[in-house]
């Protein structure tokens, strides 16, 4: 039974994402990033500090290992999204926009600067192709390590599993949009970008599977890598999603954005309720 809820939930977080993410990318992304922003801020933060944190702490394992751990997984998300920007700084250099860009994306879209960018095309096309390797690449590992935090959490507790699953889901929404706008423009069309990146997102599954058959026999390790799963949700919500978050704005666009916070939140809670009482 835990099995095939740890593959529903890494399929439904790993696939479900992209296809939510192209939704909102191909037909309504100016309307609705900030607010999945948002959301999946708050979702993040609720499951971390409601749920597998508390869950990790009550076991038998010591609070100060337990924090040592969580402190190493904020150092280690850290680097690697260092090592991420790097990519994408070396992708922009060689003419694929930043998907953290659409200002960007919008302007050479409209032909801004259409001559130098057919220019650079032909110099660079290897590198594009390339590029749009890399962030698939990059997705995959990203999916793997996913599937074993939800793994991790369904082990422990069937409701932990559920809400891990569906806040994996809300922060790979936003990351899925800019990916697909990266793969959109190396691909050629909308089509192409979908199914590498939901190709991409299977690999969840089989880091699914892996943590389960890892974690069955190592079940001492399971408050470490709730804690490690804690960890990357709160470095993504608090260094990528909240910064995004930070602009002026007018009391009622601030309000709208504190409102899908809060709804993050709540929507955490009551699914974690559902589900421990069908449970």
Not at 86 to 106: F, L, R, S, T, Y
Request: no cysteine; glycine share 10%; proline share 3%.
């Amino acid at each position: 039974m835990t099995l095939i809820a740890i593959l529903l939930g890494t399929v439904a977080a790993g696939v479900g994402s992209v296809w939510l993410a192209a939704f909102l990318s191909f037909a309504m992304l100016a309307r609705f990033t900030t607010h999945m922003l948002s959301l999946a801020a708050g979702a993040l933060m609720a499951t971390a500090f409601m749920h597998l944190l508390p869950e990790a702490f009550e076991s038998q394992a010591g609070a100060h290992e337990l924090f040592a751990w969580l402190l190493g997984g904020l150092v280690f998300f850290f680097l690697l999204d260092k090592a991420e920007l790097w990519h994408h700084g070396h992708e922009h250099h060689h003419g694929i926009p930043d998907p953290a860009a659409p200002a960007q994306v919008k302007h050479a879209e409209a032909g801004g600067h259409a001559g130098h960018h057919h220019g650079h095309h032909h110099a660079h096309g290897s590198e594009q192709r390339a590029g749009g390797w890399t962030v698939l690449a990059g997705d995959s590992v990203h999916a793997f390590g996913d599937g074993i935090l939800i793994a991790s959490a369904f082990l422990a507790d069937m409701r932990l599993g559920v809400v891990a699953a569906l806040a994996v889901l809300a922060h790979e929404v936003p990351h899925h949009m800019g990916d697909l706008v990266v793969l959109r423009q190396t691909s050629g069309t909308e089509r192409a970008a979908l199914v590498k990146v939901s190709l991409a997102g299977t690999v969840t599954a089989i880091g699914g599977l892996t943590g389960y058959f890892l974690l069955s026999r190592f079940e001492n390790f399971l408050p470490y890598f709730l804690v490690l799963a804690s960890s990357s949700f709160v470095y993504v919500a608090l260094a990528d999603l909240i910064p995004q978050l930070q602009k002026r704005l007018s009391l009622r666009e601030t309000a709208g954005q504190v409102a899908w916070l809060g709804a993050g939140i709540a929507l955490v809670t009551l699914v974690s309720r559902l589900a421990h009482h069908a449970h």
